[in-house]
Nanobody
Framework: QVQLVESGGRLVQAGGSLRLSCAAS????????MGWFRQAPGKEREFVAG????????RYADFVKGRFTVSVGNAENTVYLQMNSLRPEDTAVYYC???????????????????WGQGTQVTVSS
């Protein structure tokens, strides 16, 4: 089992950048597909970005393409979400998640992930 802890969320002005981190304890990420989700007030949690267990597939939601980049550290125990050109509509709690059921495909549904962090708040002011 792996425990996930997100960090890096804070208040930032529109157009700014943030890098979120997701640290693993218990195990590394090497056996898991990893994803970032977000949940804004009054809205459902939605997929943002992620990569497959094989690391051969990376997917992004259309609303972050060209602005956000997901990556994994060399030791496979930290996953990052680099967020550039932030907009007020990016304001949400951001969660990282790990799942092991698919090897080549990047899962995008919440029920495809088994492990979740507690979330980190990102607030983008206009």
């Amino acid at each position: 089992q792996v425990q996930l802890v997100e960090s890096g969320g804070r208040l930032v002005q529109a157009g700014g950048s943030l890098r979120l981190s997701c640290a693993a304890s218990g195990r590394t990420f090497s056996d898991y597909a990893m994803g970032w989700f977000r949940q804004a007030p009054g809205k459902e949690r939605e997929f943002v970005a992620g990569f497959s267990r094989s690391r051969s597939s990376t997917r992004y939601a259309d609303f972050v393409k060209g602005r956000f980049t997901v990556s994994v550290g060399n030791a496979e125990n930290t996953v990052y979400l680099q967020m550039n050109s932030l907009r007020p509509e990016d304001t949400a709690v951001y969660y990282c998640a790990g799942g092991g059921r698919h090897y080549f495909r990047t899962p995008t549904r919440m029920d495809e992930y088994d492990y979740w962090g507690q979330g980190t708040q990102v607030t983008v002011s206009s």
